[in-house]
């Protein structure tokens, strides 16, 4: 596609609820990217993608986080038992290769748990 | 811990005033610093920084890397109101296995017409 993907835009939950952000990066980009960002603040780095293969996960906050992109496209982001800290916009990034080439962002998807 | 600074933190000018925006950065092993702009959506690139003193041009914006003072500064030129933005700056730390981006807290610029 044009430009990396993000659904939905927004999600509302209730505290306790699982939530699924996806992720569609553009067409051939091999690394993609999560991140968090707080209202008032920048991006925070959460995990990291090379095709399917999930290099860096060290941004997860709690082992209610998991991230997967198991054909190396398309990635999902997964909260379980949300909780409201979690409100934040998520956002995706991709670029072509590594390191030497720019991320890509989404529009993000703005979470909030009630 | 790599840490990435910006200030201000805000700045108000009006149209047609040049801003300088200032990035300075703390991370090991240095690659590379990038500038984003973030309106309502997603941040989008305005430029990659990886050699000092080469200045990187697009229109009115323009930006400078000092990897020996360990910053970097954003210009941008007879600034309008479509300017008005958040300013993120990112760096790449170099480490092995290493590609997140590290962000500062960004600039809030305001330009009045």
């Known amino acids: 596609g044009a430009g990396v993907s993000q659904s939905p835009r927004y999600k509302v939950a209730k505290r306790g609820q699982d939530v699924a952000l996806r992720c569609d990066p553009i067409s051939g980009h091999v690394s993609l990217f999560w991140y968090q960002q707080a209202l008032g603040q920048g991006p925070e780095f959460l995990t990291y993608f090379q095709n399917e293969a999930q290099l860096d996960k060290s941004g997860l906050p709690s082992d209610r986080f998991f991230a997967e992109r198991p054909e190396g496209s398309v990635s999902t982001l997964k909260i379980q038992r949300t909780q409201q800290e979690d409100s934040a916009v998520y956002l995706c990034a991709s670029s072509l290769a590594r390191g030497s080439q720019p991320q890509h962002f989404g529009d993000g998807t703005r979470l909030s748990i009630l | 811990e790599d840490k990435v600074v910006q200030s201000p933190l805000s700045l108000v000018v009006h149209e047609g005033d040049t801003v300088t925006l200032n990035c300075s950065y703390e991370?090991?092993?240095?690659?590379?610093l990038l500038w984003y702009k973030q309106e309502k959506k997603a941040p989008t690139f305005l430029f990659m920084l990886?050699?000092?003193?080469i200045e990187k041009k697009s229109g009115r914006l323009s930006s400078i890397l000092d990897k020996k003072e360990l910053f970097s500064i954003l210009n941008i030129t007879a600034t309008q109101t479509g300017d008005s933005a958040i300013y993120l700056c990112a760096v790449i730390p170099s480490y092995q296995g290493a590609q997140k981006l590290v962000f500062g807290q960004g600039t809030r610029l305001t330009i009045n017409p």
């Open positions: 991370v090991t092993n240095f690659r590379s």
């Open positions: 990886t050699s000092s003193g």
